[in-house]
């Protein structure tokens, strides 16, 4: 992996430099938010706020109910506003990614994720593809710049971590992000809680919305799909823009290599999730499509008919990823 994105400890210390002047700053991730956008922006705000920064927390989709039991979501703003002296995106791949959150401000100041297809989009670029999660990077850096691990921070660490590795169980678990996840509990981080709330419970909404999702599932030899439409996703009541998580489900069926969700955001424009197993990188489709992501889970948004568009999709993830 010599040449992953690994972070510079230099841009670090002028990171370090800079935050300790700042008093106004702002934080945001990326819309459709998943547990490591959120305990990212929470686990961030919180502790420079608990370090006596004036913090504006921000989301352009706003906060889904389901992450609403972590400590600081009451916080988070659609909008940024005012004079800012410093800006922050974490876990977001792109600048296109935060959606409106940056309408009308420059680039971000610092840009803190994991993703191996980030563009590298800010004026100080904190990425490493070898964590596990951004919510382990704030976690490594956090204590390094002089701020809190308070219980909510731990908490919110803690949580994105636990989400984006399904519990711990992804093929790009280390030990370092093992010792970092046992160093939120010592510093209060409830695993047992946040696992089943992040993993475990589902509302009745998103398990009616499953049952749509399981009603279309479809198969060509180790690929399958399945679509949700807006319609479905009114018609129980579901308040978030995702799959309720489905695609990991999915992706726990024997004998299949790759698994493609198409969730319609809104008429003309569709959603779409890729799993894979260890033997393919679906992260090259995703950014063909102007996606990115990971190698085992990428997404990307494309516009056209929910329906329309998936011979198309389909045909390109097999051609990419070398699939008969």
């Excluded at 959120?38 to 906060?63: A, F, H």
């Excluded at 691990?149 to 989400?163: N, R, W």
């Excluded at 399904?166 to 695993?191: H, K, Q, V, Y």
Aim: aromatic content about 8%.
């Amino acid at each position: 992996m010599s040449d992953a994105k690994v972070i510079n400890e230099t841009i670090v210390k002028k990171v370090f430099d800079e935050l300790h002047l700042a008093k106004k700053v702002a934080v945001i991730s990326h819309i459709r938010p998943d547990g490591d956008a959120i305990g990212s922006l929470i686990g961030l705000g919180l502790s420079l706020q608990e370090s006596g920064k004036d913090v504006q927390m921000v989301l352009s989709d706003g906060v889904p109910d389901i992450f609403n039991h972590l400590p600081g979501t009451n916080l988070v703003k659609k909008k940024m506003h005012g004079e800012l002296d410093m800006i922050f995106v974490v876990d977001c791949s792109d600048r296109d990614r935060a959606g409106k959150a940056l309408n009308g401000f420059p680039l971000p100041d610092v840009n803190i994720d994991h993703h191996p297809t980030n563009t590298a989009f800010g004026k100080y670029n904190l990425i490493d593809e070898t964590a596990v999660a951004t919510a382990e990077l704030l976690a490594r850096y956090l204590p390094e710049f002089g701020f809190s691990l308070s219980k909510p921070v731990a908490d919110a660490l803690l949580f994105g971590m636990i989400t984006d590795t399904l519990g711990f169980r992804t093929n790009n678990m280390t030990p370092r992000a093992m010792e970092i996840a046992a160093s939120l509990m010592r510093a209060g981080g409830d695993l047992p809680s946040l696992y089943q709330k992040g993993l475990v419970a589902r509302s009745y909404a998103a398990a009616q919305y499953w049952g749509a999702g399981l009603s279309n599932l479809e198969r060509d030899g180790r690929i399958i799909w399945a679509t949700l439409s807006l319609d479905q996703r009114k018609a129980v009541n579901y308040p978030g823009k995702d799959d309720a998580d489905l695609i990991n489900f999915l992706a726990t069926i024997e004998a299949i290599d790759v698994v493609i969700m198409f969730v319609e955001q809104e008429p003309g424009l569709v959603k779409i999730s890729w799993r894979a197993t260890p033997s393919f990188d679906v992260s090259r489709v995703a950014m063909y499509y102007g996606g990115g992501g990971h190698a085992a889970a990428a997404g990307a948004s494309v516009h056209g008919d929910l329906i329309a568009v998936q011979p198309e999709i389909i045909g390109t993830t097999k051609k990419l990823l070398g699939i008969n």
